[in-house]
């Protein structure tokens, strides 16, 4: 697997390269060499290149994974200063003080901004950004700090705390690694050939591979292995370099390797993917007929561009498909605003005013986005294969798009949305039931209180109020990775678009979904029958 995180190290017929901040809404990422030279790449090229790998001085250990440990006699002339240049502002973050002493105060010191009587970490994390981010940018880049974030600076203090002064250098200042001398080009053919074989086994020990890739240089490069292979440290060295620690599955490994058919998607437009995908609830509710604790069944429809969840389902028995039909109406309609539902969650988005879409929906609108989907990506249950559902699909005029098998990266950002929901919703009810059987309370049944009204408006409250508003973090869009986004952020739309039509990305949906059926009569709104 290629490492293309920012600061990684790749190899293109034999020149090594650094990896800059990735553009993956188009496919690309840029590099720039040691000599200062810069290309720009797209994801396919580096997958595809047979002489592209990962460089062996970097890995997630860094620079010093299985050697001896760095020091600061491993970093280049000049960047000491540069990384003492970097401990000041920790210091001052965390004390107030750039020495970091309270009894040797600079003058000044300690600033408003950064004393910690009447800061916290965080605020003084954050006037440090604005403050560098305020610096001249050349002087910045000459002292390496043009491009310091928030996470950048806890990154760097969890290093003073662990190396000290090593900890705020990067690992591209340290020396270069030797390298594997020994690992020549009859080697390196040997191990290559004896990956492919292995991916079509069954798993084998790194001991077992060893033996194959040695016998592999006596019977067809008819070369001595005693003497032209290195040692077995060595070799594991090697392959976990090349290949990963291996830890995987072998069947995943084999899907890892399979070629892309029909390319890939990028997404950049609300409405362009929704990903759908059901789990059983993690709370126990009470059924409204006999009040008995039972477990239901929670479908999500997300916007994979936005973060959006547009819609969902909870359902006593195992959905059907008519139950995802119904989700994919919800995800075209406006969502009304509730009884117990304050003006702060009626809708936000500028380019068309709340007014308005009250006026084309006939009720008041909650903060929710709603658009016809283009493309509609689920997993191979057989709910998603009905011929009911996919009918529904082509009437409503959506692309179907099955994730991959064995490919749950296809559909990781809902996936990865029910682990967020429980963190952040569910592990603070009455009745959770945990993760398995053995997280499981000593009474879940008995605690479950809501019934499931209660908890399908509980959820659809939390969503408006808090997910829709909850900042994106590492899925912030790659425009503007560090920007202070959400789902329903106004700045998404306003910088990506200057028309007041598509004043925002929501709002050309609702303009462009208006213009259809919708002006000739009013689709029922939730809840209500069609």
Not at 68 to 96: F, I, N
Not at 172 to 179: F, K, N, Q, V
Not at 473 to 485: F, I, K, M
């Amino acid at each position: 697997m290629l490492d293309l995180s920012p600061g990684a190290g790749l190899v293109l017929d034999g020149t090594e390269w650094a990896v800059e901040p990735r553009e993956p809404e188009l496919g690309r990422v840029q590099l720039v060499a040691l000599d200062g030279a810069r290309q720009r790449v797209s994801f396919r090229f580096l997958a595809n290149h047979p002489g592209c790998r990962s460089s062996s001085r970097t890995n997630a250990a860094g620079a010093d994974r299985g050697r001896q440990t760095k020091t600061l006699q491993d970093l280049k002339p000049g960047k000491r200063e540069l990384s003492a240049v970097r401990l000041t502002h920790l210091l001052e973050v965390a004390t107030g003080f750039r020495s970091g002493d309270p009894l040797r105060p600079g003058p000044g010191e300690p600033k408003p901004e950064y004393d910690p009587a009447r800061t916290t970490l965080t605020s003084r994390r954050l006037s440090k950004v604005a403050e560098l981010g305020a610096m001249d940018r050349q002087q910045a880049r000459v002292l390496g700090l043009d491009r310091v974030g928030y996470r950048t600076l806890i990154r760097w203090d969890q290093g003073r705390r662990r190396f000290g002064l090593l900890g705020c250098a990067d690992d591209r200042w340290l020396r270069e690694s030797g390298g594997h001398p020994s690992v020549s080009e009859a080697v390196r053919e040997a191990i290559f050939a004896v990956r492919q074989e292995t991916l079509h086994r069954s798993r084998v020990s790194m001991r077992t591979k060893d033996r194959m890739i040695r016998q592999y240089l006596r019977e067809v490069l008819h070369l001595d292995p005693e003497e032209d292979v290195p040692s077995y440290r060595t070799l594991c060295r090697v392959w976990k370099e090349w290949f990963g620690p291996g830890g995987s599955r072998q069947r995943y490994v084999r899907s890892a390797e399979l070629p892309e058919k029909n390319g890939y998607v990028l997404v950049h437009r609300p409405g362009q993917v929704v990903a759908l995908d059901t789990t059983v609830l993690p709370v126990m509710v009470r059924e409204s007929v006999f009040g008995d604790p039972v477990k239901v069944h929670l479908t999500l429809a997300m916007d994979v561009h936005t973060r959006s969840l547009c819609a969902f389902r909870l359902t006593l028995v195992s959905d059907t498909s008519v139950d995802v039909a119904m989700l994919l109406r919800d995800v075209m309609l406006p969502l009304p605003m509730r009884d117990d539902w304050g003006e702060d969650l009626e809708w936000p988005y500028p380019g068309l005013p709340a007014a308005v879409v009250a006026e084309f929906a006939g009720h008041r609108v909650a903060g929710l986005p709603f658009f016809a989907p283009e493309t509609v990506t689920t997993d191979h249950g057989s709910v998603y294969r009905n011929h009911h559902l996919v009918e529904v699909e082509r009437v409503v005029g959506c692309n179907i798009l099955p994730a991959r098998v064995l490919r749950p990266t296809d559909k990781q950002s809902v996936e990865r949305a029910f682990g967020s929901i429980r963190s952040l919703l569910f592990e603070h009810l009455p009745g959770y039931t945990g993760i398995d059987a053995a997280d499981r309370g000593a009474d879940p049944e008995g605690d479950a209180v809501l019934t499931i009204e209660e908890m399908e408006h509980l959820i659809a409250t939390w969503i408006v109020s808090v997910w829709q508003r909850r900042r994106l973090g590492e899925y912030a869009p790659s425009w503007d990775p560090g920007g202070d986004h959400s789902p329903e952020h106004p700045v998404r739309g306003v910088l990506r678009a200057g028309r007041v039509r598509d004043g925002h990305p929501v709002a050309g949906a609702v303009l462009r979904t208006a213009a259809g059926p919708l002006r000739q009569h009013r689709r029922p709104a939730r809840g209500e029958d069609p």
